[in-house]
């Protein structure tokens, strides 16, 4: 007896650490809401199609489903739903945030007060909130149009066996978010929505990154960016000479973010087929939600970024976004997916294609390791006579890299492993540097020298 009490005593004890240890909590919030969304983990998404299909589904089910992606039996149907609901905490989250900085102006004393007052201060704090209202409506418009897409292929333009269970767990990622689908399919807003909790492994700084992208990607002030990138993919792809047959070349670009290069290569040589790839659920969902959605947004991706700004009016300044005059090429495929289990579907010609070329924009040094990406995009030439690469970006290694190569040891491992270069370029002079998410208008401002290189493996596949 005085046993089993001591080891109550005791779990009780460990219990009531471990409460307060907040990678516990994680850990519990995670089983509790596995066990609540269950049927979510075994369900998935098939891009492009957008189609849901149950892990144990009827082999019929996947007619006309493309896979482009091995070992696809892990569901990403959590991941889509998890994502969604962060990205519908960025207002509450982000007030918080502002809330919070509202709230240290109270350990000063009064004459400071006073005087904050007289800057308008807390005015600005109040303009922030307004910004972090504006900026949640447009994500709605995002997470609604997403949800619409979903909605209407899976349950309205198809005659699908699995209708009843995919419109459950339709229903169950909608009311996470606001929404619910009526009987007749179609999605309606919950009036008054407050979520039932907040999602405790919510990473507003992926939505924020996620969000800052569409600006990054779409609008006109960051065109700056995009130019330099955009030039030297779009030449060297030119320099490949394609023919107007259909289909017979394929891009692939992993690492896509927000889609705009792959658009523009999709766009440019109409007869060539376009792959994107992105690994980021909250990515992947803000970029097709840009081809869908009919508002034109308005983002002010600064607006959290207190340090370094030169007036609130730059601070909150919105970046326009023109979505409805944005329609997705035909050619292009917007894939979610790693990269690194990236199979191509097979060319038109004998079931291979011309060439491939693998587009690797600020990519490669998102390698944990990098031989692992080096490998699969040599792996492509088993679909096609030529692999070409053409890469543009940083080397700056992130993700705990197994290995850091420098300009000079990465143009001889190309060697080592049978590429030849077409061109190398590296730009580290200033007026060359190149930003990245960069707020031209602040006191802090990042650059990067560019990596650009287009090479040609010359040992094709079997
Ligand atoms: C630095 S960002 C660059 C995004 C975009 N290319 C640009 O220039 O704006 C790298 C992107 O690669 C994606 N990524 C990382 N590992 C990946 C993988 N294994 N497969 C596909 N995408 C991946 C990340 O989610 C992220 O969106």
């Known amino acids: 007896m005085i046993d089993i009490l001591v080891i109550l005593t ?77 990205l519908k905490e960025y207002s509450i989250k982000a007030h918080n945030a502002n809330g ?75 009311k996470n978010v606001g929404y619910a689908i009526t009987p007749e399919y179609q999605l309606t807003k919950i009036l008054n929505f407050e979520p039932d909790s907040l999602y405790i492994n919510s990473d507003q700084y992926r939505v924020v990154e996620a969000v800052s992208h569409i600006c990054r990607d779409w609008s006109q ?18 320099t490949l000479n394609f023919n107007n047959q259909v289909e017979r070349n394929l891009v692939v670009m992993p690492g896509a973010g927000l889609g705009r290069l792959s658009h523009n290569i999709a766009t440019k040589f109409p007869s060539v087929k376009v792959q994107s790839i992105e690994w980021s659920t909250l990515m992947y969902i803000c970029n097709m939600a840009i081809y869908s959605t009919s508002h034109d947004l308005e983002i002010r991706p600064f607006a959290m970024h207190y340090s370094g700004q030169l007036s609130t009016s730059d601070q909150i300044r919105p970046y326009e976004i023109q979505t409805s005059s944005i329609t997705k090429p035909n050619n292009l495929d917007v894939l979610l997916g790693d990269f690194r289990t990236y199979v191509p579907s097979t060319g038109v010609q004998n079931g291979k294609y011309e060439t491939i070329t693998v587009v690797t924009p600020f ?42 190569l420098n300009v000079e040891e990465l143009e001889k491992l190309r060697k080592i492993r049978g590429w030849v270069d077409i061109s190398q370029l590296v730009s580290t002079d200033y007026e060359e540097l190149n930003g990245y998410l960069t707020d031209t208008k602040s006191l802090y401002q990042g650059y990067y020298g560019l990596l650009k290189f287009h090479s040609k493996l010359t040992n094709p596949g079997m």
């Not at 909130?129 to 709605?140: A, F, H, K, P």
């Open 100 to 174: 919070t900085i509202f709230k240290r102006t109270r350990e000063l004393s009064n004459d400071m007060i006073n005087q904050l007052r007289e800057l308008q201060y807390f005015s600005k704090i109040t303009k922030i909130n307004e910004s972090i209202q504006s900026n949640g409506q447009m994500i709605d418009l995002l997470i609604e149009s997403f949800l619409n897409d979903l909605v209407n292929v899976n349950l309205n333009s198809l005659n699908n066996d699995n209708k009843k269970f995919l419109y459950e767990q339709l229903n169950d990622i909608c």
């Open 363 to 404: 990519f490669i040094d998102t390698a944990e390791n990098l031989f692992e990406y080096i490998e699969t995009i040599e792996s492509l030439r088993y679909h096609c006579k030529t692999v070409q690469w053409i890469n543009v970006g940083p080397l700056k290694y992130g993700t705990r890299p197994l290995v850091q």
């Open 221 to 238: 002030p960051f065109q700056n960016e995009r130019t330099p990138i955009e030039e030297f993919v779009l030449n060297q792809l030119e």
């Open 10 to 86: 005791c779990l009780f004890i460990v219990m009531s650490v471990l409460r307060r240890y907040s990678p516990f909590q994680k850990w519990m919030a995670q089983r509790i809401d596995n066990a609540l969304h269950k049927s979510q983990l075994t369900t998935i998404l098939y891009s492009p199609s957008l189609r849901l299909i149950p892990k144990n589904a009827n082999p019929n089910d996947m007619n006309n489903i493309e896979n482009f992606f091995i070992s696809n039996n892990t569901s990403n149907l959590k991941s889509i739903s998890e994502s969604l609901r962060q």
